[in-house]
């Protein structure tokens, strides 16, 4: 098992972003809703795994199907779909990766996800806790990736009934 690793906060990882972003609107064209960056390198100053998360919103479900081909003939690493109505796709580089997913525009994980990450952008105390929750996990977790991704299940609800409370 590989160790997970959790870095400070880097300035480029909107740079990387919007590269990518830019990648995807070429390939998918008029069929993209929004291209959104989510995931913990999308809050300035959040320790992270350096991976950029992004979901990519289609105009529509009936759209998915020509999406996932066209990205599948891609260098991207075609994951399937996640439970969530959400097709993942990563593609790995030495320093850096990228974890995208497909998803309609009616997707509840989507819509959590973009809760969270602005809650977190609005609340840095909030942001401070998730990443010092991380870092000790990512040490406890042994290289356990799903002793890791658990251990933030409880925060992650926890932060996005909060953000609901806002809205």
Known sequence: MRAIKVVDYDPCWPRLFAEVSIEISALLGEVVLTIDHIGSTSVPGLAAKPKIDLDVVMISDEVLPMAI????????????????????????HDDHGFKLYLCGPDNRAHRERIRFRDYLRDHPERARAYAELKRRLAVEAGGDRDFYTGGKTEFVSETVRLAALRT
Not at 73 to 91: I, Y
Request: glycine share 12%.
């Open 69 to 92: 081909k066209i990205m599948r003939a891609t260098d991207f690493v075609f994951h399937g779909d996640r439970g969530e109505k959400r097709w993942g796709f990563t593609r790995d």
